[in-house]
């Protein structure tokens, strides 16, 4: 018979199948401030509080999730409190979320978000304590 050449290769570019999802808390975090709260968001904040906040976004985009879930709570580390203890009204596209991931930007003031895969999406950044929660 009539040789009928190679079988053609498999098309390649394709993920292949059963590949595991990517481990996103050994990447490194990605700052969403889309759905930030008026009062709540940079305009609110001092000069002083504004550059602080950058600062810590620039040292939080250096380390990856895994690292700052094993942070203490009060230095780079974060914590979760439930979502209910929040006064503002939480956006619309997070209201099913039962907590918020809160990170400390200015000595102990916090910013709250919620965290999606690698993106943290920052929701409240509080300008005087107290405003955002009752801190203990």
Known sequence: GKSRGTKPARPSGRVPEGQ???NYNDQTPKFSLHFLCRDFDVQALSAERQAAFAKTLQKLSALKWVELIT???HGQGMEHIPAAQIKPAIPQSFQDQDKVTVFRYDGLLPKAGVRVNDV???LFIEPEF???YDHE
């Open 120 to 122: 943290y999406h920052v």
């Open 130 to 132: 107290n405003l955002l």
């Open 20 to 22: 595991p999802p990517p």
């Open 71 to 73: 942070a203490g709570r």
